[in-house]
């Protein structure tokens, strides 16, 4: 069964930084791997999708990319801001399903 | 854009009674999915639907049903309500299962259970 898990479970940096969210996954037979962004009491919302092919998407400051192989996946936001502070999900979806299994989450607070 | 609503943003209710969670989605999506969300335990897939009438048990079933009657809506029902089923309950629908398909959230039902 897949698990994924995510590293750091929280953290808190200052405006400005850049950084790097983890995420693992134990089989690498993925159709697509995306994170999502969840606000305190809300729902997700997408923000980049990787197709089991590809190695990176990018959206504006934000960077994901994929090792299938080694069964990872990285979220890079360059020069965070107090509007990135958010639960950060990433969630993998299996070859002909459209189910996924999400990760626990990294909580981020970027203070100003 | 998508929109997926849900009918209540919060609720309370009484052991033993009988729940009902309405998600709407305004796409034509072919896919609908139910979640609970818990600290600590992440999100879980409860029950999902490809069709209408049609529905498949996720990995936490056990305590609920669901019913798609029309494309656009899948309910959630708590035949009996308990208090280990207060949580966050998302819904959420993607189109198919292209390789791009992605799924739309829709803002959460927050369940207590007294």
């Known amino acids: 069964k897949q698990e994924v898990t995510q590293i750091p479970a929280a953290l808190s940096v200052p405006e400005g930084e850049n950084l790097v969210l983890n995420c693992s996954f134990t089989?690498?037979?993925?159709?697509?791997l995306q994170w999502f962004r969840q606000d305190p009491g809300k729902g997700l919302t997408s923000l980049l999708l990787?197709?089991?092919?590809?190695r990176e998407q990018t959206s504006g400051r934000l960077n994901a990319s994929l090792d299938k192989s080694s069964g990872r996946s990285t979220l890079y936001i360059a020069a965070s801001q107090p509007g990135d502070s958010a639960t950060y999900l990433c969630a993998v979806r299996g070859s002909g399903y459209s189910t996924l299994t999400f990760g626990k989450g990294t909580m981020l607070l970027v203070s100003p | 854009d998508v929109k997926v609503t849900q009918s209540s943003r919060y609720l309370v209710k009484r052991t033993g009674e009988k729940v009902f969670l309405e998600c709407v989605q305004d796409?034509?999506?072919?896919?609908m999915f139910w979640y609970r969300q818990d600290p600590g335990l992440g999100l879980r897939l409860i029950y999902f639907s490809y069709d209408v009438k049609m529905k498949e048990k996720g990995d936490i079933p056990e305590g609920y049903s669901v019913s798609r009657e029309k494309k656009e809506r899948f309910s959630l029902i708590l035949e009996s309500a308990s208090t280990n089923q207060t949580s966050m309950y998302l819904c959420?629908?993607?189109?198919?299962?292209?390789?791009?398909?992605?799924?739309?959230f829709g803002p959460g039902t927050r369940l207590t259970v007294l």
């Open positions: 089989d690498s037979a993925i159709y697509n």
């Open positions: 796409m034509d999506h072919e896919n």
């Open positions: 990787i197709q089991s092919s590809q």
């Open positions: 959420a629908s993607s189109l198919g299962t292209g390789r791009t398909d992605t799924q739309y």
